[in-house]
């Protein structure tokens, strides 16, 4: 199918264990985020990137690293989990046009627990 | 800095009320972008609505609409005789695609509307 996707939905894990949230995208975007979702703070943003093998930290990237050597995946890794990063993390791509349109498009998220 | 305020953390309404939803941004560029996305019970995020600083005519798309004032450094959205499908949170957010670089989003926390039969 089309769109955005991550993987996995759910996933709990231990502190100190290194996790990797998966996200893959179909429309090429070249523009691909990472956010985490927490509770009255909106969604901060981690990680971006403007393309292939470019990246580049967002608000809150402490603990966490990202990679791009393909255009459609954008993977997330939480090095040595720690309490702190259970959240609700989302991709989103984005392709920005000659009109200026630079509107975000969400997958549907990854509920990680951190035990 | 950028900065976005949502000063409402929850709304709750009855059925076929009109609810508005108010936004206040900050940022020092000229050109910037407003977006609002609805995040249902689901979890996942929808785009709304896109605006430029540039065009600050008011927007209607069915029950939906949003006011766009630069003066007071709004964009205010209202939903005209609310359903219980509008049940959501609702995010405003700001990009400032120059000064931001690589077209950020800065998101404010969210109001949450929950609307009762």
């Known amino acids: 199918d089309a769109g955005i996707t991550q993987s996995p939905r759910y996933k709990i894990t231990e502190t100190g264990r290194q996790v990797t949230l998966m996200c893959h995208q179909t429309?090429?975007?070249?523009?691909m985020f990472w956010y985490r979702q927490d509770l009255g703070h909106g969604l901060r943003l981690i990680y971006y990137s403007a393309a292939a093998d470019i990246t580049d930290k967002g608000e809150v990237p402490d603990g966490y690293v990202v990679s791009r050597s393909k255009t459609e995946n954008f993977p997330l890794t939480l090095e040595s989990a720690t309490r702190s990063q259970t959240s609700v993390y989302f991709c989103?791509?984005?392709?920005?046009?000659?009109?200026?349109?630079?509107?975000?498009?969400f997958g549907p998220g990854t509920r990680l627990t951190v035990t | 800095a950028q900065k976005v305020t949502q000063a409402q953390t929850e709304i709750s309404v009855v059925e076929k009320e009109d609810v508005t939803l108010d936004c206040v941004y900050e940022t020092r560029d000229t050109t910037y972008y407003l977006f609002w996305y609805k995040q249902p019970p689901s979890g996942e995020l929808v785009f709304l609505i896109r605006r430029n600083s540039f065009d600050e005519q008011n927007e209607i798309s069915g029950r939906y609409s949003w006011n766009f004032q630069k003066s007071t450094s709004s964009f205010n959205f209202t939903i005209t005789a609310s359903q219980v499908v509008d049940s959501a949170v609702y995010f405003c957010?700001?990009?400032?695609?120059?000064?931001?670089?690589?077209?950020?989003?800065?998101f404010g926390a969210g109001t949450r509307l929950a609307v009762h039969p």
């Open positions: 957010a700001l990009t400032p695609p120059f000064s931001g670089g690589y077209n950020k989003l800065i």
């Open positions: 989103a791509s984005s392709e920005p046009l000659a009109g200026g349109s630079y509107e975000q498009y």
């Open positions: 429309w090429s975007h070249s523009y």
